[in-house]
Every structure is written in C-alpha cells, then in structure tokens.
C-alpha cells in the first residue's frame, strides 16, 4: 500500500510562536528521537519523537528566527523548517 503522505514531516502552524504540533505517517518507534536545530547548525532542543509526536512541542522559548526539525526513526531521517515569531 502505497500513502502519498509517508516520508514527509508537517509542522503546524508555520510560523509558530508557543506550540508546534507535529505529523507524520512514519511508524514511530520508542528510540527515535526529534532534534529541533537553529540556522548555525546547533542543537536547540531533543525530544524523543513518541513524545513529540503524541503532544504539542513548547518552543516558546526559542528565539525568533528559522529553525530546522529533523526526525530521526529506523527508516532515515526527516527534515522540515519552520519559522519562530
């Protein structure tokens, strides 16, 4: 079965200023893991993609500016940008 959503990540809303909520019709296993990076390249927050996937992620804290979110799961990884007001 093929499904025209598998291997993407969806970020909503875009931009964001509080809570970003997460989507994706990857299977998420229990290791897999979510990293939200600044434009340098750098870290700014982990979480484990269950988690991130289940509840809204609080980026709130996070200055303004563009972000990338990769999705780390047993199948490769995901990318998606988003920007923070």
Known sequence: VKDGNTGRLQLFPNPVSHELQLKTADLINPGDRLEIYDF???VVQRFSAPDALKA???VSQLPAGSYTVRLHTG?????AS????
Do not use: A, H, W, Y
């Open 56 to 58: 809204p992620v609080d």
């Open 82 to 85: 988003f920007v923070k007001q």
């Open 75 to 79: 199948t490769g990884v995901r990318n």
């Open 40 to 42: 340098t390249g750098k």
